[in-house]
């Protein structure tokens, strides 16, 4: 079984700053990805950036970038330059095998960014 | 990008009746559909893995004679909430892996909300 633990229910901060939201997770898999979506007020889930676990390397997007932790079981995004439309709740979610398995979600953090 | 489908997009009905919602990938095949539940401000849970052609495997605690599932193409699943009642109110997404199309993800539809009167 996975479990995947958000902190944070809410965090708030001004546009253009940085911001990093904080995940833990757990799982007695070998092979597990690890992603984080964004869901805004449509509820249209949006995949944010995706982590495979045997890779080293912290997956990066444009302005958003992971800091995996392997051996701490941690990934906290980090969004630079925040922008309005950043505004939404993010999901922080595990799943095993291929990466396209079930997923395993947190509770969420409401990420608002004020103008 | 890949994009999936869900009909309706909001539902109501009486407690006692049944509810069918579609979930459609429309531009590429999906052996494999997903079935999650979102409770208002809460987070998604997984109910139930879809696969084309053979029975879905439901998450424990999920009620497979109440969540009827079928996956009777690559690219349509069903989910019938029978016997609807008011407990069953919720968000309803799904989620279509892409792996046919080389892609290791699943891809969510827009949800469906379900009220139960």
């Known amino acids: 079984a996975q479990t995947v633990t958000q902190s944070q229910p809410e965090m708030s901060v001004q546009e253009a700053e940085t911001v990093t939201l904080s995940c833990t997770y757990d799982?007695?898999?070998?092979?597990?990805?690890l992603f984080w979506y964004k869901q805004p007020p449509s509820r249209q889930m949006i995949l944010v950036i995706r982590?495979?676990?045997?890779?080293?390397q912290n997956a990066t997007e444009n302005r958003f970038s992971v800091n995996f932790q392997k051996a701490a079981k941690s990934f906290s995004l980090k969004i630079s330059d925040s922008q309005l439309g950043d505004t939404a709740m993010y999901f922080c979610?595990?799943?095993?095998?291929?990466?396209?398995?079930?997923?395993?979600f947190g509770k969420g953090t409401h990420l608002i960014i004020q103008p | 990008g890949a994009v999936v489908s869900q009909h309706p997009s909001r539902v109501i009905c009486k407690s006692g009746t049944s509810v069918k919602i579609e979930c459609r990938s429309l531009?590429?095949?999906?052996?494999?559909m997903f079935w999650y539940r979102q409770f208002p401000k809460q987070s998604l849970m997984l109910m139930a893995t879809?696969?084309?052609?053979?029975?879905?495997?439901?998450e424990q605690g999920v009620e497979k004679d109440k969540f009827l599932i079928n996956h009777a193409s690559l690219t349509l699943s069903t989910l019938t909430v029978t016997s609807a009642h008011p407990e069953d109110s919720s968000f309803y997404i799904c989620?279509?892996?892409?792996?046919?199309?080389?892609?290791?993800?699943?891809?969510f539809g827009p949800g469906t909300r379900l009220t139960v009167l």
């Open positions: 979610a595990s799943s095993s095998g291929g990466g396209a398995d079930g997923l395993t």
């Open positions: 799982t007695s898999e070998s092979n597990y990805y």
């Open positions: 982590q495979e676990a045997y890779k080293q």
């Open positions: 531009d590429f095949q999906a052996t494999t």
């Open positions: 879809s696969n084309e052609g053979s029975k879905a495997t439901y």
């Open positions: 989620s279509a892996d892409a792996r046919d199309r080389g892609q290791s993800e699943q891809f």
